[in-house]
């Protein structure tokens, strides 16, 4: 067993509920998931990669990686039609013309993100109304919410450190185990000499 193994088999149980395993495919070794028409793809990284990092790479690539099931490919994924969703009735008239007007003052619909501290939450607190309306009507008038790309560079930043801290961690357990091995190695030996 490896010095890394403890990090790795953590890492390895956190991504086994979303069908990833790091295994050798094509001569080459990585994470690797397989979705239910047999495709399958492999991402490079270590046993020891910050799994939202894998599952972002996946993710990069097409794949629709969810927990507790069976990884999606991205020709897969483009072939998934929506199944008789309920056909959902809207907020009164009233109501909806007031939260328009909300978004249109505190949304910036060219970032799709909220100005000034407001949210969601603000606007459905504001107008005392359900959260999943608001969330309804800003998402058919503006789409989602972008993520602020500061923010999603930050965000990769931290899994880069994370996964060099890790790495780094690993080698410097496996230099120091060596070195404890040899020098405990060496006891029985010295014990040996002085009984003789």
Known sequence: ??????????????????????????????????????????????????PSFTIRKFEHRGWSLRARTT????????????????VQIGPDPKIA??????????????????????????????????????????????GELAEDPRYAKLRDDIELLRMEFAEEHAKLYARFEGQLTALEAQIPARNKKAAG
């Open 1 to 50: 067993m490896s010095a890394a193994s403890p990090i790795a088999g953590r890492v390895a149980a956190e991504l086994e509920p979303y069908g990833v395993t790091y295994h050798r495919q094509y001569g080459r070794t990585g994470w690797c998931a397989t979705c239910a028409c047999g495709a399958t793809e492999r991402v490079s990284g270590t046993p020891v990669l910050q």
């Open 71 to 86: 990884p999606v490919c991205p020709a897969c994924h483009t072939k998934e039609t929506p199944v008789n969703k309920p």
């Open 97 to 142: 013309r007031k939260i328009y007007a909300l978004l249109d003052e505190h949304f910036d619909d060219q970032k799709r993100m909220y100005r000034n501290g407001c949210s969601d939450e603000v606007v459905a607190k504001t107008l005392d109304v359900s959260l999943e309306i608001v969330k309804n009507i800003r998402v058919a008038a503006y």
